[in-house]
């Protein structure tokens, strides 16, 4: 909406209108994009990473709005790579409704499934240099594994916000979002569910920046229990994969 500029030569209450309308639109850019900055500090962990190098990454905060729906999931697909028999990212936070493409880039075939609760599925055994996409339609943790190699896991993270972030190195993380009242999870992979849960809080996030203050996430009582394959068995020795799949290289 553009106002003419003679409006602002009036006086009378029609101005103060015109005034405070131009007012209101000239703070829209800034009222769309408040920031929210904090940090996490990983603590109680058997993690040499955490515990030598103070590496806090890979916790993921996000912010789901409580007075307002939350946007539609975006159209772009979200990706998560199959390559050196390993899926990157680790992590992979995406809004409920998103579809998610699992490329394979290595020589050789692989899997994508979960029979986690978070949601069921199984994109079956493909070739290399295709490609399968799953739709993740509720919020919840997706433990994805691959029925060939056991090594290779990942978690997708389905949440009913766009509005989320990883923390760098030093636990620190920033969100932009318009102001509002929101509720802020915190995930972490090896934290147990109930530490999580008393994690969450409430915060109004408003015109201006949001300094939090610092969360410290336990890892105690955290037990990294091995996963079986998709028929809920052990899984087989590790297949020499030159021999299942004949000229490709391992
Ligand atoms: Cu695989």
Redesign the pocket.
């Known amino acids: 909406m553009i106002w003419p500029s003679r409006t602002f030569s009036k006086r009378g209450p029609r101005t103060r209108a015109a005034h405070l309308a131009a007012a209101f639109l000239l703070s829209l850019p800034l009222a769309t994009a408040a920031t929210v900055s904090g940090s996490v500090q990983l603590r109680d962990s058997r993690s040499d990473a955490v515990n030598k190098k103070h590496d806090y990454s890979g916790v993921i905060i996000s912010l789901r709005p409580v007075s307002q729906p939350a946007p539609p999931p975006p159209q772009k697909h979200a990706v998560m790579l ?1 390559k050196n ?1 390993v899926f990157s990212p680790h992590i992979l936070p995406v809004i409920a409704g998103a579809i998610v493409d699992f490329p394979n880039a ?1 020589p ?4 994508a499934f979960s029979s986690y609760n978070g949601q069921i599925f199984d994109v079956g055994l493909y070739p290399p240099g295709t490609s399968k996409s799953v739709h993740f339609v509720r919020p919840g943790v997706v433990r994805v594994f ?4 056991p090594s ?1 896991s990942s978690i997708i993270l389905v949440l009913a916000t766009p509005w989320f972030t990883s923390t760098a190195k030093d636990g620190s993380f920033r969100l932009d979002v318009p102001p509002g009242s929101y509720e802020l999870s915190v995930f972490h992979e090896r934290s147990t569910e109930t530490t999580l849960q008393n994690l969450t809080q409430r915060i109004l996030v408003t015109g201006e920046a949001t300094k939090l203050q610092p969360l410290a996430v336990s890892e105690a009582g955290f037990l990294n229990s091995p996963h079986t394959n998709k028929y809920g068995k052990p899984y087989a020795p590790m297949p020499d994969d030159r021999s299942v799949y004949p000229g490709v290289r391992n």
Do not use: G, L, T
């Open positions: 199959q028999k290595d050789i075939f692989h899997n691959c029925n060939i190699h290779m």
